[in-house]
């Protein structure tokens, strides 16, 4: 199992930036797919970015591609996702999850570990 803290959140303006960090602990970090998902008041958590485990392979919600960018420090054991150009639509809160495969995935349920989330708010 692995803990996941989120940080970094907060209010931006839009085409502002932030960068959102995930500490992680317990099971070896380097080796799992990491991903940030985020989820809007009444709708679904949806896929924002991963990257895969032991790899610096990477993929992007076309949504974000372009404007957010995903990356790891595994001597740290940090996941960050720094986003860029934000859109009001970018509202939500933001998750960071593991999972104990290497492979990428956009879908939640294939996440095992997730962290509390952090808020992220773009005002117009």
């Known amino acids: 199992q692995v803990q996941l803290v989120e940080s970094g959140g907060g209010l931006v303006q839009t085409g502002g930036s932030l960068t959102l960090s995930c500490v992680a602990s317990?099971?070896?970090?380097?080796?799992?797919?990491m991903g940030w998902f985020r989820q809007a008041p009444g709708k679904e958590r949806e896929f924002v970015a991963a990257?895969?485990?032991?790899?610096?392979?990477?993929h992007y919600a076309d949504s974000v591609r372009g404007r957010f960018i995903i990356s790891r420090d595994n001597t740290q054991n940090i996941l960050y996702l720094q986003m860029n150009s934000l859109k009001p639509e970018d509202t939500a809160v933001y998750y960071c999850?593991?999972?104990?495969?290497?492979?990428?995935?956009?879908?939640?349920?294939?996440?095992?570990?997730w962290g509390k989330g952090t808020q992220v708010t773009v005002s117009s």
């Open positions: 317990g099971r070896i970090f380097r080796s799992s797919a």
């Open positions: 999850a593991a999972k104990g495969a290497m492979t990428i995935t956009t879908f939640p349920s294939h996440y095992e570990d």
């Open positions: 990257m895969r485990g032991s790899s610096t392979i990477t």
